[in-house]
């Protein structure tokens, strides 16, 4: 019962560095998320998207890319990261992008930027 | 911004007790309001939800409470658990969810 899986659990990267961030459901569900969770701020909305095929920015966009790469395969990336990213990462997936049978996240990605 | 503010931050209490989660919203077009619970080192996960033309919701220990006038609902935690300790967010969609800042719920035993 695997739910959303999300690769890696933490990662260290420098000012400028890239990298991707691997999200994977295996729920069917159509619409995926990605959001960060920074102290007192909640989560927030960095990209979605609704149905295969589909992307959207969310709240906090800037800086960011993502590829939903198939059904069940969302990735996000960060082109060149800064200090300010540094943050928790949540992938989340649900059947309807309305949510309304509640998001299934995942365990999350540590990023520290430094 | 945030388009739903949640109260307090933090929250500390004894077991047994009852603990008080508060949000407001301005968005008339919001018409899903869930809860979710998160752990340390996991990601949130769905809780209870309520619809605006219920007032009332209960499941178990947790109940959440909705005033569409005032634009607020609430989450009561009855008899209070330390296995209840968590982060607590309410959230609420239109055509997406928007997350409150989220309470951190500490049962003390």
């Known amino acids: 019962n695997a739910g959303v899986t999300q690769t890696p659990k933490f990662q260290v990267l420098k000012t400028g560095q890239s990298m991707t961030l691997q999200c994977a459901q295996d729920?069917?569900?159509?619409?995926m998320y990605w959001y960060r969770q920074d102290p007192g701020m909640g989560l927030r909305l960095i990209y979605y998207?609704?149905?295969?095929?589909?992307?959207d920015k969310g709240e906090v966009p800037n800086g960011y890319n993502v590829s939903r790469l198939n059904k069940r395969e969302f990735s996000l990336r960060l082109e060149s990261a800064a200090p300010s990213q540094t943050s928790v990462y949540f992938c989340?997936?649900?059947?309807?992008?309305?949510?309304?049978?509640?998001?299934?996240f995942g365990s999350g990605t540590r990023l520290t930027v430094v | 911004q945030q388009q739903v503010k949640q109260s307090p931050q933090s929250l500390i209490v004894q077991k047994g007790g009852i603990s008080i989660i508060n949000c407001a919203y301005e968005?008339?077009?919001?018409?899903?309001f869930p809860w979710y619970q998160q752990f340390p080192g996991k990601g949130p996960a769905l809780l209870i939800a309520?619809?605006?033309?219920?007032s009332e919701k209960k499941e178990g220990r947790f109940t959440i409470s909705f005033n569409k006038s005032a634009k607020q609902f609430s989450l009561h935690i009855m008899d209070s658990q330390p296995g209840d300790s968590a982060t607590y967010f309410c959230?609420?969609?239109?055509?997406?969810?928007?997350f409150g800042a989220g309470t951190t719920v500490t049962v003390r035993a």
């Open positions: 989340a997936s649900s059947e309807s992008y309305r949510g309304t049978n509640g998001y299934t």
């Open positions: 998207s609704a149905s295969e095929g589909t992307t």
């Open positions: 729920m069917n569900h159509n619409s």
């Open positions: 968005n008339t077009a919001f018409d899903y």
């Open positions: 309520i619809r605006p033309d219920v």
């Open positions: 959230a609420a969609t239109d055509y997406k969810l928007s």
